[in-house]
């Protein structure tokens, strides 16, 4: 099952092959960016799950291969440094080559998501789905009958829509905002997806992915009003940020409330689904207003400070 999950992989990485060139973007070595996405995927696992890996594999946890002992995050980070380097040894910029790269890499998000269904029950939540919606694509069934939600479908059509919002996108804006914009949209809905998975990496109460998807969520959001265009007041600048964290508070509070004073489900992630829609609007606000064209987020970040 694992030869089809690489499979999907391979034929993702085509796609995104064609969809560079096809943006008048010169030859871009991706295959070596897929190995950096591989490698920092096992090795943010091993480094974020020290507590758990090493006393069960010791130093050979670098060599576990376990579909449940990647990190999917690192995996995005790696390949997104492998086309950065690509596109420094091939002398070209990378914001534009970024900007190409963000569809075609939603895409790619999209096939490794459906892909999980051939690697066992990693991508399922924890509690079995009732019996009419017991069939995939809304549930995978184990060996001894039981049937899980499959998270993995939703992460899927998350991406999915980013992949499609990006490919429709008309050519145009400042230079990384494409980028920029489809990594906040791919990162914003694995914070409810993380929550609702049975098994993920966690740091006690903490789900490790999910805290870095946040993380995420606020470095876009800081660059973005950096990035914002025109002569702006502090509170007018920066209240994309101070929605995020006042709504980062309420997901915490929501977490805690599921996972101990049995607050039922439906109202708990009725309230996430709530809180991750304002900060989408938090996004847009911010987006809407980086409007001048940079050649890169350093200038950006000086026009803003002037």
Not at 173 to 179: E, K, M, N, S, V
Not at 214 to 235: D, K, N
Not at 290 to 304: D, G, Q, R, T
């Amino acid at each position: 099952m694992n030869t089809v999950y690489w499979v999907l992989v391979a034929f993702g990485i085509v796609v995104l092959e064609a969809r560079l060139r096809a943006r008048n973007v010169r030859y871009l070595p991706i295959l070596p960016a897929i190995v950096l996405g591989a490698v920092l995927s096992k090795v943010t696992y091993v480094v974020l799950q020290w507590h758990y890996a090493f006393p069960h594999w010791g130093w050979g946890a670098f060599t576990v291969l376990r579909p449940d002992t990647f990190c999917f995050f690192g995996g995005a980070v790696g390949v997104v440094l492998g086309v950065i380097m690509s596109a420094k040894l091939t002398h070209q910029r990378v914001l534009p080559v970024l900007d190409a790269f963000a569809p075609a890499g939603a895409l790619l998000v999209a096939i490794a998501r459906f892909g999980e269904k051939y690697l066992g029950e990693i991508g399922t939540a924890g509690f079995e789905m009732p019996e009419q919606l017991a069939f995939f694509p809304f549930a995978l069934t184990n060996e001894w009958g039981e049937s899980y939600p499959a998270i993995f479908m939703l992460s899927c059509l998350a991406a999915l829509i980013v992949a499609i919002v990006g490919l429709t996108r008309k050519p145009g804006g400042r230079d990384g905002q494409l980028f920029l914009r489809t990594a906040f949209y791919l990162a914003l809905p694995q914070i409810m997806c993380e929550s609702l998975l049975a098994e993920c990496m966690k740091w006690g109460f903490v789900r490790v992915q999910q805290l870095l998807c946040a993380l995420t969520l606020l470095a876009i959001l800081i660059v973005e009003c950096r990035r914002a265009a025109g002569s702006l007041s502090f509170a007018k600048r920066w209240w994309p940020v101070g929605a995020l964290l006042l709504c980062a508070a309420g997901l915490v509070g929501v977490e805690f409330a599921l996972d101990k004073s049995g607050l039922p489900a439906f109202v708990g992630y009725g309230a996430m689904v709530v809180l991750l829609a304002l900060i989408a609007a938090a996004e847009c606000g911010a987006g809407k207003r980086v409007k001048s064209k940079c050649n890169s987020i350093l200038n950006c970040y000086k026009n803003a400070d002037a």
